[in-house]
């Protein structure tokens, strides 16, 4: 299939950030994120991405690095929220992925907390992938 | 060989001469007088011939201009009467008619609806200003209310390629009330503003019917290589037609709407009608009844709640309840 291509994720469980699609192109795979700040943190807290975020295809050792992001600030510094209402799209994007069907992690910490944004198990289907308009 | 720009506005004089039906061919003097009246700069017989010259080459060098010399009549004349070197002739009254349309344009037209529509009225109005330089002398007696750019309105080029060419679009959605992400697949038909806000309206595939979007909601749009979902712009359209606002209140039909309005709100739709529909039943009091034929909207009970004791709803009771429930 000619790149750029696009999925949607359409997840049934609930998670914060929400991973909605995935754009993968000759470049890079970028990865769509919504975020919405919880009720328990004061003000709505803040985000941020570690610069070692990666990902893996599962029956693979090899990681793909995190390369740019759009929305979001790069660990250490930190994107601060003003209040418990607010909400936030942003993208990340790592070397691209393999362009046949896998299964892929998300990996921002190895030992994650529950603050970390870490993704399991996010299936890629080639016949599920959308091709973009070229102008 | 590029045509300069002193050059170009002389072969206008020279193309309006020779258009004259009132006074055909125009001497060598009297292109050289009116070159000095229209453009205000001493011109030779030499550049004038050097001019006639060069309008007569082919494009692009020069415009093809059928000119010849009619030694009976001792002047220019062209050999083709409908020849005009623009293409279109224009009368006194359609240069003034198109530098009012310019500057009316201007007023109204260009930050309001997209950058590339903006960028096209800039080139009008600049050129008109180039043609006619007393034209921006002129005083304004129109203003409009020009909003700051909103969120989301960047957006509106690739959503009105993708409705003229029929592509549909990815893009991800945030909902307000739901406090929800979501990635959207849409065949998208129109795109409607509402009191300053835009919106696309289109077939989704994740709710798999027509449905609203506002543009400030939507992020990263991508144009997508699909085949593209058509809905019968018949019913759909229709069914803008019989709304006021744009978020109908689901499962809705078009149904009789009665709200009653004090004396004072009551000038006001009498000035201001909000939808075709519309009918003022006014009482001896000044007190009106008006009658509307709707599908209810979000936006008109927002409407009636913005005009707090100056409007009520009469009927249907339940818009009475929804509206109450909506305070609360």
Same mark, same amino acid.
């Given at each position: 299939?000619?790149?750029?291509?696009?999925?949607?994720?359409?997840?049934?469980?609930?998670?914060?950030?929400?991973?909605?699609?995935?754009?993968?192109?000759?470049?890079?795979?970028?990865?769509?994120?919504?975020?919405?700040?919880?009720?328990?943190?004061?003000?709505?807290?803040?985000?941020?991405?570690?610069?070692?975020?990666?990902?893996?295809?599962?029956?693979?050792?090899?990681?793909?690095?995190?390369?740019?992001?759009?929305?979001?600030?790069?660990?250490?510094?930190?994107?601060?929220?003003?209040?418990?209402?607010?909400?936030?799209?942003?993208?990340?994007?790592?070397?691209?992925?393999?362009?046949?069907?896998?299964?892929?992690?998300?990996?921002?910490?190895?030992?994650?907390?529950?603050?970390?944004?870490?993704?399991?198990?996010?299936?890629?289907?080639?016949?599920?992938?959308?091709?973009?308009?070229?102008? | 060989?590029?045509?300069?720009?002193?050059?170009?506005?002389?072969?206008?004089?020279?193309?309006?001469?020779?258009?004259?039906?009132? &006074?055909?061919?125009?001497?060598?003097?009297?292109?050289?007088?009116?070159?000095?009246?229209?453009?205000?700069?001493?011109?030779?017989?030499?550049?004038?011939?050097?001019?006639?010259?060069?309008?007569?080459?082919?494009?692009?060098?020069?415009?093809?201009?059928?000119?010849?010399?009619?030694?009976?009549?001792?002047?220019?004349?062209?050999?083709?009467?409908?020849?005009?070197?623009?293409?279109?002739?224009?009368?006194?009254?359609?240069?003034?008619?198109?530098?009012?349309?310019?500057?009316?344009?201007?007023?109204?037209?260009?930050?309001?609806?997209?950058?590339?529509?903006?960028?096209?009225?800039?080139?009008?109005?600049?050129?008109?200003?180039?043609?006619?330089?007393?034209?921006?002398?002129?005083?304004?007696?129109?203003?409009?209310?020009?909003?700051?750019?909103?969120?989301?309105?960047?957006?509106?080029?690739?959503?009105?390629?993708?409705?003229?060419?029929?592509?549909?679009?990815?893009?991800?959605?945030?909902?307000?009330?739901?406090?929800?992400?979501?990635?959207?697949?849409?065949?998208?038909?129109?795109?409607?503003?509402?009191?300053?806000?835009?919106?696309?309206?289109?077939?989704?595939?994740?709710?798999?019917?027509?449905?609203?979007?506002?543009?400030?909601?939507?992020?990263?749009?991508?144009?997508?290589?699909?085949?593209? &979902?058509?809905?019968?712009?018949?019913?759909?359209?229709?069914?803008?037609?019989?709304?006021?606002?744009?978020?109908?209140?689901?499962?809705?039909?078009?149904?009789?709407?009665?709200?009653?309005?004090?004396?004072?709100?009551?000038?006001?739709?009498?000035?201001?009608?909000?939808?075709?529909?519309?009918?003022?039943?006014?009482?001896?009091?000044?007190?009106?009844?008006?009658?509307?034929?709707?599908?209810?909207?979000?936006?008109?009970?927002?409407?009636?709640?913005?005009?707090?004791?100056?409007?009520?709803?009469?009927?249907?009771?339940?818009?009475?309840?929804?509206?109450?429930?909506?305070?609360?």
């Amino acid at each position: 299939m000619k790149l750029p291509v696009l999925f949607h994720i359409q997840k049934k469980d609930i998670a914060n950030p929400v991973l909605l699609r995935v754009i993968i192109s000759e470049q890079s795979t970028r990865i769509d994120f919504g975020y919405t700040t919880p009720w328990y943190y004061s003000k709505g807290g803040w985000i941020k991405i570690s610069p070692a975020t990666y990902l893996t295809v599962q029956g693979s050792d090899k990681k793909y690095t995190l390369i740019d992001v759009e929305g979001i600030a790069i660990a250490p510094k930190r994107l601060n929220f003003q209040s418990t209402e607010d909400w936030k799209f942003f993208s990340l994007f790592f070397e691209t992925l393999p362009t046949h069907d896998c299964v892929f992690n998300m990996i921002e910490s190895e030992n994650p907390t529950e603050d970390d944004f870490n993704f399991y198990n996010i299936p890629l289907s080639f016949t599920d992938a959308i091709a973009f308009r070229i102008e | 060989m590029p045509i300069n720009k002193s050059a170009f506005r002389r072969y206008k004089v020279i193309d309006m001469l020779l258009q004259n039906k009132m &006074k055909r061919y125009p001497t060598m003097q009297e292109i050289i007088e009116a070159c000095f009246e229209k453009l205000g700069v001493d011109t030779s017989a030499e550049t004038i011939q050097k001019d006639i010259a060069q309008m007569r080459m082919l494009p692009p060098d020069g415009f093809d201009a059928p000119i010849l010399y009619n030694r009976s009549k001792g002047g220019y004349e062209y050999t083709n009467p409908d020849f005009s070197l623009l293409g279109v002739q224009l009368s006194d009254l359609d240069i003034e008619t198109i530098k009012e349309s310019a500057e009316l344009l201007q007023l109204v037209g260009g930050s309001r609806v997209s950058e590339k529509f903006n960028n096209a009225i800039e080139k009008i109005f600049t050129t008109v200003l180039e043609e006619f330089p007393n034209h921006k002398h002129r005083e304004k007696h129109v203003q409009t209310m020009v909003p700051p750019t909103s969120r989301g309105f960047e957006h509106f080029d690739l959503f009105y390629s993708a409705c003229i060419q029929k592509y549909p679009v990815s893009f991800i959605h945030y909902s307000y009330n739901k406090r929800v992400f979501s990635p959207i697949l849409l065949h998208p038909f129109l795109i409607k503003e509402f009191e300053n806000k835009w919106y696309v309206i289109g077939f989704s595939e994740k709710h798999n019917k027509v449905r609203t979007f506002g543009l400030d909601r939507v992020f990263s749009p991508f144009l997508l290589n699909l085949n593209f &979902k058509t809905v019968d712009r018949f019913i759909t359209e229709t069914t803008f037609d019989n709304l006021y606002g744009v978020f109908p209140i689901p499962f809705q039909p078009k149904q009789k709407i009665i709200l009653q309005a004090t004396a004072l709100a009551t000038n006001y739709f009498l000035a201001y009608p909000i939808h075709s529909s519309q009918n003022v039943h006014k009482l001896s009091s000044g007190v009106a009844n008006i009658v509307f034929e709707l599908i209810p909207t979000i936006e008109l009970i927002r409407l009636i709640l913005s005009q707090g004791n100056q409007l009520k709803i009469i009927s249907p009771d339940w818009l009475v309840t929804y509206t109450k429930n909506m305070c609360e």
